[in-house]
């Protein structure tokens, strides 16, 4: 059973950069193809951040394009975020995921999600 | 990118009522690439219907999807008291960004 485990600082000064990992436990990273982050402010819905392939390639949506960065390291079964320039608005908690077929059958798993807050 | 409106905002039925949550596209896509997720407080989405109609591993079958195009809906037949919570439909493995509703809040009336 795959698990997923988000760290990172929960505490960001506005205008610095975000970082987060997601560990993989329990099976390959590069037995899924595609990871993903989504968000969710307190209070608030759910945003879709982007997605990672275990080759690299990445999707990220448009609103956060320029200030997203993701990344994978096979090695340690893990990928990561980063988000730079960040500001109030950027406070949520962020969960790392991952959607697959089996056969025929989409399966997903979700990390716990960990509260990022940005604040001086 | 799809914009995904949910309605109502909020749903205020009582157990044993049926429910009807609506998510309508901006525009049209493949009905095999939606799905609707339930969150509680405190926890992370649980995935519920995906390809529109298929029920997720475990899900009781009194949650059912439908539609098609750019109108997809959510039926809880018959509410228990652990079906109060805040649900979600997402458009997701085709073109992405995989854009998220705002949410329906199920509340107990």
């Known amino acids: 059973q795959v698990q997923l485990q988000e760290s990172g600082p929960g505490l960001v000064k506005p205008s610095g950069t975000l970082s987060l990992t997601c560990v993989v436990s329990?099976?390959?990273?590069?037995?899924?193809?595609?990871w993903t982050w989504v968000r969710q402010p307190p209070g608030k819905g759910l945003e879709w951040i982007g997605e990672i392939h275990h080759s690299g390639s990445t999707n990220y949506n448009p609103s956060l394009k320029s200030r997203v960065t993701m990344s994978v390291d096979k090695w340690k079964n893990q990928f990561s975020l980063k988000l730079s320039s960040v500001t109030a608005a950027d406070t949520a908690v962020y969960y790392c995921a991952r959607q697959y077929y089996d056969s025929s059958v989409l399966i997903d798993d979700w990390g716990q999600g960990t509260l990022v807050t940005v604040s001086s | 990118e799809i914009v995904l409106t949910q309605s109502p905002g909020t749903l205020s039925l009582s157990p044993g009522e049926r429910a009807t949550l609506s998510c309508r596209a901006s525009q049209s896509f493949s009905s095999s690439y939606l799905a609707w997720y339930q969150q509680k407080p405190g926890q992370a989405p649980r995935l519920l219907i995906y390809g529109a109609s298929s029920r997720a591993t475990g899900i009781p079958d009194r949650f059912s999807g439908s539609g098609s195009g750019t109108d997809f809906t959510l039926t809880i037949s018959r509410l228990e008291p652990e079906d109060f919570a805040v649900y979600y439909c997402q458009q997701y493995g085709s073109s992405p960004p995989y854009t998220f509703g705002q949410g329906t809040k199920l509340e107990i009336k």
């Open positions: 329990g099976g390959s990273i590069s037995s899924t193809n595609w």
